[in-house]
C-alpha cells in the first residue's frame, strides 16, 4: 500500500512531521517499508536565473554563464556565482535549476566541486532533466517559465516535494488498504484528528435506461449488493495535474479521467469502482455466474475462457466485466465516451479469489475485494464517486438503480477492561480504552462493543484488547519475572529426554559436525530406500511433489544436503541431524535419532600427509563418544546385522543384547548412487530413547575412581583364520578377568601371502594388547601369568586361535 503525505493530509488534520508519522504508523501494526521523500534528493535544487552566458575563452563547445542564485530562498540574499555550462540551450535571461557546491546530484552520482575547466573557474551546476532524474532527456539544460519564482525549492514548484509512504499490509487489515484506513489509525493514536467524509446523497435528473439484476445464483453470497448511476454527457479527457501526481507517486500510469477516478477510489477510500461505456451496453446490466463457452476480453488485453463458478457481470450482448477482478474490454471508457454506467458493487471475498487463482489475474480490485471491503460503504461510495466525476467530467446523473442490500453481520462483543491486563499486561483507564474504540469505529453500548463494518477481522474479545493494545502501544509494555508456583528452588524443566537429546546435539557440534535442520517429509523414492515409503505414512495434502511421506530416517535428508554441496564444490562434509523418524502413521510408531554423516576426507591438505578419507572407524568412533555423552555402559555387543541401506561388510550393529542402540558403517554404494552422492559416504544413526539409564539416579555425578598402583600390559599375538574378526578376539580376550582386565586393543595385522606362507593357507596374526588395572595390591608375577593363561584359553575358545611362535 503506497501513499503520499499530502494525501494522508486530505483525511487527517495533523501537525505531525514524517519521521513520526512512520514511526506510528509500524507501531500501529502497519508496518512501514519505506519512505521516498524528494527532499531528500533534490531538496538543494534551486531556480535560478543566467544572468548573462558569454562564450567560454578555451572551448568552442562550452558556455561562460553568471548565475544569480537565492540561496535562502525566495526574497532573500541574492548571490551571483560563475558556472561552466556545456549545454547548447545556455542563453541569458533564461531561467533555469541551480545546483550549489556540495550537492548530490542523483542522475550522475556526483557531488559537486568547486573546479576549473579550461583554465575557467565553475561552481555549481545547471542541470538537465536526466541530472535529476525526471526524464532521460540531456539535450539541453531545463528551461522554465520567466515567471517561475526565483530562489524556490524546484521541487516546491514542479509540485515533486510530496513524500511517498509504502506500508506492508497483514491479510487481517483490509480497512488499511484505504488512505483513510490510515488517517482513522493514526487519529486514535492522537496524531490529528480524522476529517469529516460529506457522502451526502447526488440527486437524480432522470431516471436509468440501464436496470441491474441479481440473479438467483449470486445475490444469497457472490454479489448480494449492486449499486449503479448513469452519468449523461461527461467529458473523458486527461485527468487534473493534482491528481495525475498523486497517481505517479505510487506507480500508476495516469490514462484518462474516469479511469484515474476508479484508482484514486481504489486507494483512497478502499472502495474499487468501474465505469461502463454505457453506449456500449446492450440492455439491463445482469451480475450472474458464467455459462459454459462464455469468454471475456478483459482490460489487460487478454481473452478467458469462463465458466461456472465465475461471477461476471453481464448485458444481453455478453460478458462485461468479472465481479470483483477485472472490466471488459469491450465497454471500457474511452476519450470518445459521453456517457457512462458507473458500479460500486460489492463481491465475495473467498468467490472473487477462486475466480482470481483460476484465472490468474491478478488485479487492485481483486486484491481488495478478497481480503474485504466495506460492504457498507457501496452506495456512500456510490455517491462521492457521482460528485468527483460530475466535478472533473461534467455531465448529468440519473438516479440510482440499486439491487440487494449491504451483506451486514450483526456482531457485538463483551468489552471488559480489566482484559487489557490479563491478556496483555498494560494497565489502561477504562476511560481510554473506550476512547479509544470510539476513535476506530467502535459502537459501545454499556459492556457491549460493536466492530464497524469495514473492520471484518474483529471476531471476539481478545480482538477488542489487541485494539486497545496496539493503539496505546505494546512498546509501553514493561517486563516483569513470572511469579513462582512454589518457593525455592524451581524444578528442572527439561524431560530427561530433552536432556539426552541436548546432549547429543552439543556433542555432535563438538566433533566437528555442522547441525542440518531438515523437514520431516522426503519423497517416496527416497523414503523407500531406507525401509520407508508405505501407505501408513503418506501425506494427505503434502506441500509439494518432493514431501510425500514422513521420512524412516534421518539419513535421506543428510545425503540430499550432501549431494547439494557436492554440487558446489565442497567435497569434505561432516553433517548432522537430530529428530523425529517414523515407522508408522499411528502416534507410538516415531523415534528419536541421532544421526551423524561423514564424507570425503578427514582434514585439509598439508605437507604432512595427515589427510585421508574418513572410514568406518571414523564413524564408529564418533557414535561410541555420543554414546558415552547419553550414558549408554561401555562394553556392547556388535553385530553385523545392518538395514539394507549399509554397506553389508563394512558396518556394524551396536546393542545390549537384543536392544539396538547405533548402527555405524558405510552408506551403501547403491543408496549413493540413487541419491547423486559422490562417495564412500561414512555414518552413523544412535536411537537416543533406546539407551537405557542409569538405575540410580543422582543429581551428582559417581565419584571418580582413581587407581594408585602401577598397571600391567602384556601383548599376545595369535594365529588365527583368516575370516575372525579381531573384534571377536577383542571379546574374548576382555572376558577372561573382568574385574582386572581395564581394556584390550587390537594394536597389529599380519595377513596376506607373506603371512599364511609362515603360518599356513587360509592363517593371519591378530596382536593385542591387554592391560589390568589392580585395585587392591600389586600383582604378583603368578597372578599376571594366571590372567595372562585365561586370556589363551578364552581366545582359543572363542577363535580356535592358538600363540604365535
Given at each position: ?102 550537492t548530490h546530484v542523483p542522475g550522475t552520482g556526483v557531488d559537486l566541486k568547486p573546479g576549473v575547466i579550461r583554465g575557467v573557474e565553475s561552481n555549481g551546476m545547471l542541470c538537465s532533466e536526466r541530472e535529476l532524474e525526471l526524464s532521460d532527456d540531456h ?444 515407522s508408522g502413521g499411528e502416534p507410538g510408531e516415531q523415534a528419536l535419532h541421532a544421526t551423524g554423516l561423514l564424507v570425503g576426507a578427514t582434514a585439509p591438505r598439508d605437507p604432512y600427509g595427515s589427510r585421508r578419507i574418513a572410514d568406518v572407524f571414523d ?187
Amino acid at each position: 500500500m503506497k501513499f503520499t503525505l499530502s494525501w494522508l493530509k486530505d483525511h487527517l488534520e495533523t501537525e505531525a512531521s514524517l519521521d513520526e508519522i512512520a514511526y506510528a504508523l509500524t507501531d500501529l501494526g502497519l508496518e512501514v517499508e519505506a519512505v521516498a521523500n524528494p527532499a531528500e534528493r533534490l531538496g538543494a535544487f534551486r531556480i535560478a536565473k543566467v544572468i548573462e552566458a558569454v562564450q567560454h575563452p578555451n572551448a568552442d563547445k562550452l558556455r561562460l554563464c553568471r548565475v544569480a542564485t537565492w540561496p535562502d530562498g525566495p526574497g532573500g540574499r541574492m548571490e551571483e556565482v560563475q558556472v561552466v555550462c556545456g549545454a547548447p540551450n545556455a542563453r541569458t535571461g533564461m531561467v533555469g535549476v541551480f545546483a550549489p557546491v556540495g550537492t548530490h546530484v542523483p542522475g550522475t552520482g556526483v557531488d559537486l566541486k568547486p573546479g576549473v575547466i579550461r583554465g575557467v573557474e565553475s561552481n555549481g551546476m545547471l542541470c538537465s532533466e536526466r541530472e535529476l532524474e525526471l526524464s532521460d532527456d540531456h539535450t539541453g539544460i531545463i528551461d522554465l517559465p520567466a515567471d517561475a519564482p526565483l530562489g524556490e525549492r524546484f521541487i516546491d514548484w514542479k509540485g515533486l516535494s510530496d513524500p511517498m509512504i509504502h506500508i506492508k499490509i497483514t491479510p487481517n487489515r483490509p480497512d488499511a488498504l484505504g488512505v483513510r484506513g490510515l488517517a482513522r489509525d493514526l487519529a486514535a493514536r492522537g496524531l490529528g484528528r480524522l476529517k469529516p467524509l460529506d457522502a451526502a446523497p447526488v440527486p437524480g435528473t432522470f431516471k436509468s435506461p440501464i436496470t441491474v439484476t441479481l440473479a438467483d445464483d449470486v445475490k444469497d453470497r457472490a454479489c448480494p449488493h449492486f449499486v449503479g448511476r448513469l452519468i449523461r454527457g461527461v467529458r473523458n479527457g486527461p485527468s487534473p495535474l493534482w491528481l495525475q501526481q498523486r497517481l505517479k507517486a505510487i506507480g500508476l500510469r495516469p490514462i484518462s479521467a474516469l479511469v484515474d477516478i476508479t484508482n484514486l477510489f481504489t486507494f483512497d477510500l478502499n472502495r474499487p469502482l468501474h465505469v461502463f461505456d454505457a453506449g456500449k451496453v446492450r440492455g439491463g446490466i445482469t451480475v450472474r455466474q458464467a455459462r459454459p463457452g462464455e469468454e471475456i476480453l478483459a482490460l489487460d488485453g487478454r481473452t478467458y475462457a469462463l465458466g461456472p463458478g465465475i461471477t461476471v457481470i453481464a448485458d444481453e450482448a455478453g460478458p462485461e466485466g468479472l465481479g470483483g477482478v477485472m472490466g471488459g474490454e469491450h465497454s471500457g471508457v474511452t476519450e470518445a465516451t459521453t456517457e457512462v454506467f458507473v458500479e460500486a458493487a460489492y463481491f465475495d471475498p473467498i468467490v472473487t479469489a477462486a475466480t482470481g487463482r483460476r484465472l490468474r489475474i491478478n488485479s487492485d480490485a481483486r486484491y481488495r475485494f478478497e481480503r474485504g471491503i466495506d460492504p457498507a460503504f457501496t452506495r456512500p461510495g456510490m455517491e462521492l464517486a457521482t460528485r468527483m466525476i460530475l466535478d472533473l467530467c461534467g455531465g448529468q446523473p440519473s438516479a440510482i438503480v440499486e439491487a440487494g442490500a449491504p451483506a451486514l453481520a450483526d456482531r457485538a462483543y463483551r468489552f471488559d477492561p480489566r482484559k487489557v491486563v490479563s491478556l496483555v499486561g498494560m494497565d489502561i483507564a477504562e476511560g481510554e480504552q473506550r476512547a479509544t474504540l470510539e476513535a476506530l469505529g467502535f459502537t459501545l453500548d454499556g459492556d457491549m462493543a460493536s466492530p464497524p463494518s469495514w473492520r471484518p477481522d474483529i471476531l471476539g474479545e481478545a480482538d477488542l484488547v489487541e485494539e486497545v493494545a496496539r493503539v496505546a502501544s505494546l512498546t509501553k509494555l514493561e517486563g516483569k519475572p513470572m511469579r513462582r508456583a512454589k518457593p525455592g528452588v524451581p524444578k528442572p524443566i527439561l524431560t530427561p529426554i530433552q536432556m539426552r537429546e541436548k546432549a547429543a546435539r552439543r556433542t555432535l557440534a563438538a566433533l566437528g559436525y555442522n547441525e542440518c535442520v531438515t523437514y520431516s517429509f522426503i519423497d517416496r523414492d527416497s523414503a523407500a530406500l531406507f525401509g520407508g515409503g508405505a501407505e501408513a505414512v503418506r501425506l494427505e495434502n503434502p506441500i509439494s511433489s518432493e514431501m510425500t511421506h514422513m521420512r524412516p530416517d534421518l539419513l535421506p535428508a543428510l545425503l540430499q544436503a550432501a549431494a547439494r554441496n557436492q554440487a558446489r564444490g565442497f567435497m569434505d562434509l561432516a553433517l548432522f541431524e537430530v529428530g523425529p523418524v517414523f515407522s508408522g502413521g499411528e502416534p507410538g510408531e516415531q523415534a528419536l535419532h541421532a544421526t551423524g554423516l561423514l564424507v570425503g576426507a578427514t582434514a585439509p591438505r598439508d605437507p604432512y600427509g595427515s589427510r585421508r578419507i574418513a572410514d568406518v572407524f571414523d564413524a564408529r568412533a564418533d557414535a561410541e563418544a555420543v554414546l558415552a555423552a547419553l550414558g549408554a555402559p561401555q562394553r556392547v555387543q556388535i553385530s553385523r546385522k545392518a538395514e539394507g541401506w549399509w554397506h553389508p561388510g563394512r558396518s556394524g550393529v551396536m546393542g545390549l543384547g537384543p536392544n539396538v542402540i547405533a548402527t555405524f558403517g558405510e552408506v551403501h554404494p547403491k543408496v549413493l548412487r540413487a541419491m547423486d552422492v559422490k562417495g564412500p559416504a561414512v555414518a552413523f544413526t544412535l536411537r537416543v530413547e533406546a539407551v537405557p539409564f542409569p538405575k540410580a539416579k543422582t543429581a551428582t555425578r559417581a565419584a571418580l575412581g582413581l587407581a594408585d598402583l602401577q598397571a600391567v600390559e602384556r601383548d599376545f599375538a595369535f594365529v588365527v583364520d583368516r575370516k575372525v574378526e579381531a573384534l571377536t578376539l577383542v571379546n574374548a580376550a576382555q572376558g577372561a578377568d573382568k574385574a582386572l582386565i581395564e581394556s584390550v586393543s587390537v594394536f597389529d595385522e599380519f595377513a596376506g601371502e607373506k603371512a599364511e606362507a609362515q603360518m599356513g593357507p587360509g592363517k593371519k596374526s591378530l596382536a593385542i594388547s591387554v592391560r589390568l588395572q589392580p585395585r587392591d595390591k600389586t600383582l604378583t608375577e603368578a597372578e599376571i601369568e594366571a590372567v595372562s593363561a585365561k586370556v589363551v584359553e578364552k581366545v582359543a575358545k572363542a577363535t580356535g586361535g592358538v600363540l604365535r611362535r
